[in-house]
């Protein structure tokens, strides 16, 4: 029933921002990460103005940015408070284990990695989970990047085996555990993101460090997950990776990873698996990405794959510039094309229903 309704009221508002100016809807679907520590400094002021002005929907902590967990708190009050009525979403890698942004060095409860976890019982997850999204909540977070549901499938993988990020090789074992860690974090009001569509357990590269080529190497029962985490309505997010294949690309010329590819999100996520929900990428600074398109050419090539919100670490080289634009590269393309602010339309309805779902709206 909640799932109907979501998707009656994600039409309606679909509907509804048809008649709004893109200018209003194109900061959502904007995350952006940023520097500083304190609401004093300079790259949170200049982030707070960007959501204030209705240009980024989304923020994105990294570990550079917790100095306390006193001042993560402020510095996420002030960001909600920017703009009270339309709240940013405030997201972070807090999957346990090595990836974590908050630490015990700054008296976080840390947790085990999810290849621990995936030992014990869904149980026994679903309680471990709970500490961590209460913790979260009270920090003021109301997104996790997790949980993964990458299959365990080689143990030589750099950025998934190596750190200890899945829970196991079996996909229906990775689904209960996945599921658990997602209800655990809807009871705390937090929302989730499945991650590495379409699977990147597989690959013997990592997308940080460059184009990775999974053709011959990724299992359709990569995707299981996915489809049983759909089916349950325990999606609110899936996190597209960077990965190309050429089996579902057709080994075109422009070898579009999964992140930038109609044929993966439009065709797989959307058509096959019937996801409904927010599509967001991995980090756009990556190699895989920044190695071979620009700004512009990224912006444009995710929106019209079917991308919702385009995230952005803004690590790379820092730009407290960067979330307006991308904002602006939105709103140029949509006056130019009736099609692009269409998508962006779509992707505001999505956006806006699961941001009421979750209680992120007042």
Request: glycine share 10%; net charge negative.
């Amino acid at each position: 029933m909640r799932f109907a309704l979501t998707i009656c009221f994600v039409l309606g508002l679909v509907s509804a921002a048809s008649a709004q100016a893109v200018e209003d809807m194109a900061g959502q679907m904007v995350m952006v990460g940023f520097t500083g520590t304190a609401i004093g400094d300079d790259g949170v002021r200049a982030l707070r103005d960007q959501v204030s002005r209705g240009e980024v929907g989304g923020v994105m902590f990294l570990r550079t940015n917790v100095e306390s967990l006193a001042s993560v708190r402020r510095i996420n009050r002030a960001l909600i408070a920017a703009r009270p009525w339309l709240p940013p979403f405030i997201g972070l890698d807090q999957e346990g284990g090595q990836i974590e942004r908050l630490t015990s060095a700054v008296g976080f409860a840390e947790i085990p990695s999810a290849h621990a976890i995936g030992g014990g019982t869904p149980e026994e997850a679903q309680a471990i989970y709970g500490g961590l999204a209460a913790d979260l909540a009270r920090q003021g977070f109301n997104v996790n990047f997790g949980p993964v549901v990458d299959l365990d499938l080689n143990p030589d993988n750099p950025i998934i085996a190596r750190y200890e990020r899945a829970f196991g090789t079996d996909p229906d074992a990775v689904t209960a555990m996945a599921s658990a860690f997602v209800e655990a974090h809807h009871e705390a009001g937090v929302a989730t993101a499945l991650k590495h569509f379409p699977g990147h357990g597989s690959s013997r590269d990592d997308t940080h460090e460059g184009f990775v080529d999974v053709t011959g190497l990724w299992q359709s029962v990569e995707i299981e997950p996915y489809r049983a985490l759909i089916a349950a309505h325990l999606a609110d997010m899936v996190m597209v990776g960077h990965l190309y294949n050429a089996d579902i690309e057709g080994g075109g010329a422009d070898r579009l990873p999964a992140s930038l590819s109609p044929a993966w999100i439009e065709g797989v996520l959307r058509d096959e698996l019937g996801f409904a929900g927010v599509v967001i990428t991995d980090d756009l600074e990556m190699a895989a990405i920044r190695s071979r398109f620009d700004l512009h050419d990224t912006v444009v090539r995710a929106v019209e794959a079917g991308v919702d919100i385009l995230l952005f670490s803004n690590t790379t080289e820092y730009d407290p510039a960067l979330g307006t634009e991308v904002y602006e590269i939105l709103v140029a393309e949509a006056r130019d094309d009736p099609a692009f602010a269409a998508r962006i339309a779509e992707s505001y309805g999505r956006i806006m229903a699961l941001k009421r779902d979750m209680g992120i709206l007042p």
